[in-house]
Nanobody
Framework: QVQLVESGGGLVQAGGSLRLSCAAS????????MGWYRQAPGKQRELVAL???????KYADSVKGRFTISRDNAKNTVYLQMNSLKPEDTAVYYC?????????WGQGTQVTVSS
């Protein structure tokens, strides 16, 4: 009933930038938190950034100062601007949307940063 479609991933060189987008569609009543997670091969999925309905933002220490999360509530869309990318940022990035007690995940988009 709720679908999240991600876009914007790709291959970039270290120091480059990418902007990820995640648009929610379907039965949308009120979105609470929107966030980005990532999972590298052989590693656990980790929180990258989270934005609350109030606009408050939370970042993983590893990306703080380099990544910026934002949201457009009217479009039910969350973005992740990634600057100064590092090889260790290479992972599959997943969008997550929370509505009440429910959580929805995007399909994932690959981000590869070459050294």
């Amino acid at each position: 009933q709720v679908q999240l479609v991600e876009s914007g991933g790709g291959l970039v060189q270290a120091g480059g930038s990418l902007r990820l987008s995640c648009a929610a569609s379907g039965t949308i009543f009120s979105i609470d938190n929107m966030g980005w997670y990532r999972q590298a091969p052989g590693k656990q999925r980790e929180l990258v950034a989270l934005i609350f309905r109030s606009g408050y933002r939370k970042y993983a220490d590893s990306v703080k100062g380099r990544f910026t999360i934002s949201r457009d509530n009217a479009k039910n869309t969350v973005y992740l601007q990634m600057n100064s990318l590092k090889p260790e940022d290479t992972a599959v990035y997943y969008c997550k949307v929370s509505m009440g007690p429910s959580e929805y995940w995007g399909q994932g988009t690959q981000v590869t940063v070459s050294s």
